[in-house]
Protein backbone atom coordinates (compact mmCIF):
# COMPACT_ATOMS: atom_id res chain seq x y z
CA UNK A 1 0.00 0.00 0.00
CA UNK A 2 1.70 4.01 -0.48
CA UNK A 3 2.26 5.32 2.15
CA UNK A 4 2.07 9.28 2.96
CA UNK A 5 5.39 10.53 4.22
CA UNK A 6 7.01 13.77 4.71
CA UNK A 7 10.70 14.87 3.82
CA UNK A 8 11.15 18.13 4.80
CA UNK A 9 9.25 20.73 2.88
CA UNK A 10 7.70 18.09 0.90
CA UNK A 11 4.67 15.39 1.41
CA UNK A 12 5.41 12.78 -0.69
CA UNK A 13 3.63 9.70 -1.25
CA UNK A 14 5.98 6.00 -1.51
CA UNK A 15 5.09 3.24 -3.83
CA UNK A 16 5.38 -0.46 -3.32
CA UNK A 17 7.04 -1.86 -6.06
CA UNK A 18 4.68 -3.16 -7.83
CA UNK A 19 2.37 0.05 -7.20
CA UNK A 20 5.80 1.84 -9.10
CA UNK A 21 5.39 -0.31 -12.28
CA UNK A 22 1.95 0.19 -12.71
CA UNK A 23 2.18 4.02 -12.52
CA UNK A 24 5.55 4.11 -13.88
CA UNK A 25 6.53 6.68 -10.98
CA UNK A 26 9.07 5.55 -8.01
CA UNK A 27 6.80 8.10 -5.48
CA UNK A 28 5.25 12.06 -5.94
CA UNK A 29 6.40 14.72 -4.20
CA UNK A 30 4.80 17.76 -3.75
CA UNK A 31 5.46 20.95 -2.00
CA UNK A 32 3.70 21.20 1.60
CA UNK A 33 3.50 25.20 0.78
CA UNK A 34 0.98 23.59 -2.11
CA UNK A 35 -1.65 22.11 0.71
CA UNK A 36 -4.56 24.09 0.28
CA UNK A 37 -7.04 21.81 1.69
CA UNK A 38 -6.94 18.00 3.78
CA UNK A 39 -10.11 15.97 4.35
CA UNK A 40 -10.60 12.69 5.95
CA UNK A 41 -13.03 10.88 3.29
CA UNK A 42 -14.81 7.62 4.99
CA UNK A 43 -16.37 6.95 1.74
CA UNK A 44 -13.08 6.10 -0.97
CA UNK A 45 -15.74 6.51 -4.08
CA UNK A 46 -16.14 10.52 -3.38
CA UNK A 47 -12.30 11.16 -2.87
CA UNK A 48 -12.08 10.30 -6.77
CA UNK A 49 -12.96 12.93 -9.01
CA UNK A 50 -13.07 12.49 -12.82
CA UNK A 51 -11.49 9.54 -15.14
CA UNK A 52 -8.56 7.36 -15.16
CA UNK A 53 -6.32 8.78 -17.20
CA UNK A 54 -3.26 5.79 -16.58
CA UNK A 55 -2.84 3.46 -13.57
CA UNK A 56 -5.30 0.64 -13.05
CA UNK A 57 -8.72 0.41 -11.56
CA UNK A 58 -10.04 -3.20 -10.28
CA UNK A 59 -13.26 -2.37 -9.66
CA UNK A 60 -14.36 -2.59 -5.61
CA UNK A 61 -10.78 -3.22 -5.40
CA UNK A 62 -7.91 -1.24 -6.61
CA UNK A 63 -7.25 2.39 -7.91
CA UNK A 64 -4.19 3.47 -8.97
CA UNK A 65 -2.45 6.36 -10.76
CA UNK A 66 -4.11 9.40 -12.36
CA UNK A 67 -7.56 10.50 -12.82
CA UNK A 68 -8.42 13.25 -15.04
CA UNK A 69 -11.28 15.59 -14.07
CA UNK A 70 -12.12 19.89 -15.01
CA UNK A 71 -9.51 21.16 -12.14
CA UNK A 72 -6.84 19.33 -13.43
CA UNK A 73 -5.33 15.81 -12.55
CA UNK A 74 -5.03 13.95 -9.20
CA UNK A 75 -2.79 11.20 -7.82
CA UNK A 76 -5.17 8.42 -6.85
CA UNK A 77 -3.63 5.26 -4.62
CA UNK A 78 -6.53 3.14 -3.36
CA UNK A 79 -6.59 -0.16 -2.20
CA UNK A 80 -9.43 -2.53 -0.11
CA UNK A 81 -11.98 -0.92 2.01
CA UNK A 82 -9.87 -1.26 5.29
CA UNK A 83 -9.15 2.72 5.42
CA UNK A 84 -10.52 5.73 5.17
CA UNK A 85 -9.14 8.26 2.36
CA UNK A 86 -6.70 11.45 2.71
CA UNK A 87 -7.68 13.94 0.41
CA UNK A 88 -5.46 16.82 -0.10
CA UNK A 89 -6.20 19.55 -2.62
CA UNK A 90 -3.00 21.32 -4.49
CA UNK A 91 -2.40 24.29 -6.11
CA UNK A 92 0.42 24.77 -8.33
CA UNK A 93 4.02 24.47 -8.40
CA UNK A 94 2.60 20.96 -7.34
CA UNK A 95 2.09 18.55 -10.49
CA UNK A 96 -1.44 17.51 -9.50
CA UNK A 97 -4.02 19.32 -8.78
CA UNK A 98 -4.72 16.53 -5.65
CA UNK A 99 -4.02 13.95 -4.02
CA UNK A 100 -6.28 10.57 -2.67
CA UNK A 101 -4.19 8.08 -0.67
CA UNK A 102 -5.78 5.08 1.32
CA UNK A 103 -3.16 5.22 4.59
CA UNK A 104 -2.83 3.50 7.71
CA UNK A 105 -3.64 6.52 10.17
CA UNK A 106 -5.65 8.53 8.26
CA UNK A 107 -6.31 11.24 11.54
CA UNK A 108 -2.58 11.19 12.66
CA UNK A 109 -1.04 11.40 8.52
CA UNK A 110 -3.74 14.43 8.68
CA UNK A 111 -3.21 15.98 11.81
CA UNK A 112 0.57 16.11 11.09
CA UNK A 113 -0.03 17.41 7.73
CA UNK A 114 -2.39 20.09 8.98
CA UNK A 115 0.55 21.40 11.01
CA UNK A 116 3.20 21.12 9.09
CA UNK A 117 1.71 22.66 6.27
CA UNK A 118 -0.28 24.98 8.73
CA UNK A 119 -3.70 24.22 7.21
CA UNK A 120 -6.87 23.66 9.11
CA UNK A 121 -8.37 20.25 8.83
CA UNK A 122 -12.28 19.80 9.81
CA UNK A 123 -13.13 17.94 12.81
CA UNK A 124 -14.32 14.12 11.86
CA UNK A 125 -17.90 14.91 12.45
CA UNK A 126 -17.85 18.13 10.10
CA UNK A 127 -16.21 15.46 6.80
CA UNK A 128 -17.54 13.69 4.18
CA UNK A 129 -20.85 16.03 3.68
CA UNK A 130 -21.83 15.54 7.63
CA UNK A 131 -24.27 17.70 8.69
CA UNK A 132 -23.10 20.81 10.80
CA UNK A 133 -23.72 20.29 14.10
CA UNK A 134 -26.96 22.06 15.92
CA UNK A 135 -25.95 25.82 17.15
CA UNK A 136 -26.20 26.72 20.45
CA UNK A 137 -29.39 27.52 22.06
CA UNK A 138 -29.59 31.53 22.24
CA UNK A 139 -29.90 32.40 25.85
Known amino acids: MAALLIDGDDLVVRLAWW ?5 RRREVRVPLDAVTAVEIQPDRW ?19 GVWRHKDGRDFVALRGHRHAVLRVEL ?7 G ?13 ELRTLAGHAVAP ?9 PPEPAPR
Open 19 to 23: ERVVT
Open 46 to 64: RALHGVREGGLTVPGALCL
Open 91 to 97: RRPAPFA
Open 99 to 111: LAVETDDVLRTAA
Open 124 to 132: PERQAGAPP
